[in-house]
């Protein structure tokens, strides 16, 4: 059984919490605090994760999951933890984006990197409950942002996912997805112009 405590803390959500891993620093274990609400959706997303597991897919843009592990805290799944070159723990796309003169420095490597997290879904068909600012980090290297990655809410919420074996229904539903991201995040941030402008570059 592995012991952690809030000093290992890295991430609050609504129902689960993120702790880095005490015994490997590049792992993170996610942990449950409200069962209720969230164990059909772990479960569905742990089923998820297998799935892509047996497809051999790219780990590039998702972290990778490790399985399930007994903690004092309750079990806890865990997963590559995302961090930038100088080993802290990666921010969120809201991070970066919250403002127009927050953006303007990464507003190049964000273009790019959004592209391709888009084109990283499709090509692998990875569906996703919902994407959102929140729920994407942005890793740096010395030269500013230089990849994405989704860290929550993966996997098909459909009670029969049929996308998860057709690459054409789940490319479609990505597609979709993806709209409903961009929409959210030009309501959760309206007044950032080169937001507006780089995801209008990113839908041609």
Known sequence: MINI????VVGKGHHRDVYRHPEN????????VDEKITGRKEQRERK?????????ISWDMIPKYHGEIETNLGMGSVFD???DYDGCVS????????????MEPYYDNLLNSLNS???YLLEHWIVTSRLAHRNV???RDKSGISQLFVVDNIGNAEFIPICNHSAWLARRKISRKWKRFEDSLIKYFPDNKALHKMLEAISK
């Not at 405590?5 to 290992?8: A, L, P």
């Not at 620093?25 to 449950?32: A, E, Q, R, S």
């Open 48 to 56: 998820y994760y297998i799935h892509l597991q047996k497809r051999n």
């Open 81 to 83: 933890l995302i961090l």
């Open 137 to 139: 980090l942005c890793q």
């Open 5 to 8: 405590n809030e000093n290992n």
């Open 117 to 119: 997290l888009k084109k």
């Open 91 to 102: 921010k969120t796309l809201g991070d970066y984006i919250s403002t127009s003169q927050i």
């Open 25 to 32: 620093p590049d792992l993170c274990i996610k942990i449950t």
